[in-house]
Nanobody
Framework: QVQLVESGGGLAQAGGSLRLSCAASGGTFSSYAMGWFRQPPGKERDFVAVINWSGGSTDYADSVKGRFTISRDNAKNTVYLQMNSLKPEDTAVYYC?????????????????????WGQGTQVTVSS
């Protein structure tokens, strides 16, 4: 059983930056692919970014490419999401998730059904 705890959310102005962290415990963190998803108010949960177990492969939703960066530190059991050039439409609850086996195709890693463990979420609000 893996526990995931997100932190780093808050209020930012448009054009600003935030860095989210997701700390994992209770499992072998380095064996999991990790993803970030977000859920705006009244909308479905959407894929944001993914990173493979080693950190050697990443991918992003088109809406955040060039602005967000996912990374991981396996020694610290933590995955990060650096968010730059924030926009009001980035406002959402952000969730990290872990997948023990993940086919490296966007139809799989962009689907929330591919992830087994989820954090409780952290709110990000971007004001215009």
């Amino acid at each position: 059983q893996v526990q995931l705890v997100e932190s780093g959310g808050g209020l930012a102005q448009a054009g600003g930056s935030l860095r989210l962290s997701c700390a994992a415990s209770g499992g072998t963190f380095s064996s999991y692919a990790m993803g970030w998803f977000r859920q705006p108010p009244g909308k479905e949960r959407d894929f944001v970014a993914v990173i493979n177990w080693s950190g050697g492969s990443t991918d992003y939703a088109d809406s955040v490419k060039g602005r967000f960066t996912i990374s991981r530190d396996n020694a610290k059991n933590t995955v990060y999401l650096q968010m730059n050039s924030l926009k009001p439409e980035d406002t959402a609850v952000y969730y990290c998730a872990a997948a023990s086996f993940l086919i490296w195709r966007d139809s799989y890693y962009s689907s929330h059904r591919s992830y087994v463990y989820w954090g409780q979420g952290t709110q990000v609000t971007v004001s215009s």
